[in-house]
């Protein structure tokens, strides 16, 4: 075994990490003061070497924050995995610790919280929790971003973590206070406003004593067209109404209700593009109106 004398306390001890703190700039890699000698030092000079380090970090602060940043960031990328399952584990021993300390740092830095909830998500971060039920992918231009489909018009889009972490509450029945709901995902707020499932909640199809007494589902009047139907109906439209003319705010209206005949509804040539407001005056037609609809596909329902 290679042996090391102690430059301060003469003492002969072996050249591991075990007795010497390590120092790239000698040969063997080892400081010439064993540990002991060290540690003696710093208690004795406590506050000169405070107020050294003190001084030293703000003469060099820009230089040592990059340079902290850039091992910081090396470090990361080296122990992905070790770092993921060191905090999986500490959270899974130590559960309620990391929710109360998130909700204290949240409170102590609401603009903090607030930014990061408006950048844009990370497929590492949430795409295993949200691909069972989303269709994810990576972003082409920028790998690290998730992207997901809309809900309305199927298109590719990077969420926000707001709206992620929205979701994945919903999904998992955690949702409180004012964030009730699926909480879907939209690209805009055109694709929002203008879904038909957006904002409706089972207990507001609930009135009807058929439906209550359980003999057609809560969902049975309040079918969303079919994604793929849409845009079919749409694209051959020139997407314009075909009743005003209007760009804006489309919808594809059943002229057979779906509760009528659900195989014939699904035919494009039974469909038409219409603005929201067309589309409400529609279904004030005699025969076209929700009371209607209700009242007739209850009576199939019940009578056949």
Known sequence: MIMKICTKCKEELPATVEYFYKDKRRKDGLRCWCKECVKEYQK????????????????????????????????????????????????????????????EYREQHPEYAKKYRQKPALYNTYALQLEWCEKVRRNEENTNLLEITCTKCKTWFIPTNMQVQSRILAINGNTSGKSTGEMRFYCSDNCKNVCEIFGRKPETLMKDDAIKAGRIPWNHLNREVQPELREMVLERDDYTCQKCGSTDNLKCHHMIPVAYDPIESVDIDVCITLCEKCHKEAHQLPGCTIGDIRKNSVLQECYG
């Open 44 to 103: 004795e000079n406590r506050e000169q070497i405070l107020e050294y380090q003190k001084e030293r970090y703000q003469e060099n602060r820009e230089q040592i924050l990059k340079k902290n940043k850039e091992n910081s960031k090396e470090y990361r990328e080296k122990n992905r995995e070790r770092i993921s399952k060191k905090r999986k584990e500490r959270y899974e021993q130590h559960p309620e610790y990391d929710k109360e300390y998130g909700k």
